[in-house]
């Protein structure tokens, strides 16, 4: 059975971190790009971070640049996501996704990942 599972989400105070991790089972995550999503309720999913397979090359929405780190350890199958100086504005269901390609490339669109995980609760209040 192909699956992701995320974990490491929880309650955080604003200004303080959270990792979040993505392990894969029943297949090798070396051969897909990895993104993180998140979903506010009343708002659309949306794109935090991506990795290519390599972990040559990354992209960050804006809102998260300088703040949030993704990186994969290919040996243990997983993808990470730090996450510093977190806000309000964080909270969210947080999602992993792996789509297949070509070594170099990442997606920045929803639709060309193929497998998900159940996603991880953040919630950022003090």
């Known amino acids: 059975q192909l699956q992701l599972e995320e974990s490491g989400g929880g309650l955080v105070q604003p200004g303080g971190s959270l990792r979040l991790s993505c392990e894969a089972s029943g297949f090798t995550l070396e051969y897909y790009a990895i993104g993180w999503f998140r979903q506010a309720p009343g708002k659309e999913r949306e794109l935090v971070a991506t990795i290519t397979r390599s972990g040559g090359s990354t992209y960050y929405v804006d809102s998260v640049k300088g703040r949030f780190t993704i990186a994969r350890d290919n040996a243990k199958n997983t993808v990470y996501l730090q996450m510093n100086n977190l806000k309000p504005e964080d909270t969210a269901v947080y999602y992993c996704?792996?789509?297949?390609?070509?070594?170099?490339?990442?997606?920045?669109?929803?639709?060309?990942?193929?497998?998900w995980g159940q996603g991880t609760q953040v919630t950022v209040s003090s």
């Open positions: 996704a792996a789509g297949a390609g070509r070594v170099n490339y990442y997606y920045t669109r929803a639709r060309d990942y193929e497998y």
